[in-house]
């Protein structure tokens, strides 16, 4: 399960490669971008991703957070730690308990933001600059064979460590 935009096109490749991906569109993003409204927040995202989670029954799960996804992924191992086998980021953001967004990405790039939703997005909407070119699929085929890039992973059994 994959939280994060941006890597369409590295998931097929994964699914040609054999792996069972499911890419969650958090509410008020992408096809469900009609839904978004000041309220939904990292919450919401985490609901969402759990309840694919709980519908699809999924466990032994490979959760990957991706950028800002990490935050969210974070918090789904947290609330369904027994459906999790795997907690992979990928350059992603990776919270300790209480941290946000903000926290982890500065005073200066949280004014940015505050900023361009202002001037871009009503004052609340953050809006999409650019679509992240990381291609981490070669990552995923290799995961328990050799280190890759960024990624670390976390195993409810062992604790954090890196790939």
């Given at each position: ?54 519908f699809e ?33 990928l ?73």
């Amino acid at each position: 399960m994959v939280c994060g935009l941006g890597l369409e096109e590295d998931a097929a490749i994964a699914r040609d490669r054999g792996h069972e991906l499911v890419t969650p569109t958090h509410t008020g993003l992408g096809e469900r971008s009609h839904l978004a409204r000041p309220d939904i927040d990292l919450d919401a995202h985490i609901a969402d991703v759990l309840c694919v989670l709980r519908f699809e029954d999924l466990r032994d799960v490979f959760l990957v957070g991706h950028s800002d996804g990490g935050m969210v992924a974070t918090g789904v191992a947290d609330r369904a730690s027994e459906r999790i086998a795997h907690l992979v980021y990928l350059d992603a953001f990776v919270p300790k308990d209480g941290q946000s967004l903000a926290d982890l990405a500065g005073a200066a790039a949280h004014a940015r933001v505050v900023a361009a939703a202002r001037e871009h997005g009503e004052g609340w909407r953050v809006p999409v600059l650019r679509k992240n070119p990381v291609s981490w699929h070669h990552c995923l085929s290799r995961l328990k064979a050799e280190r890759c890039g960024t990624m670390s992973a976390w195993s409810p059994s062992r604790g954090s460590h890196c790939v």
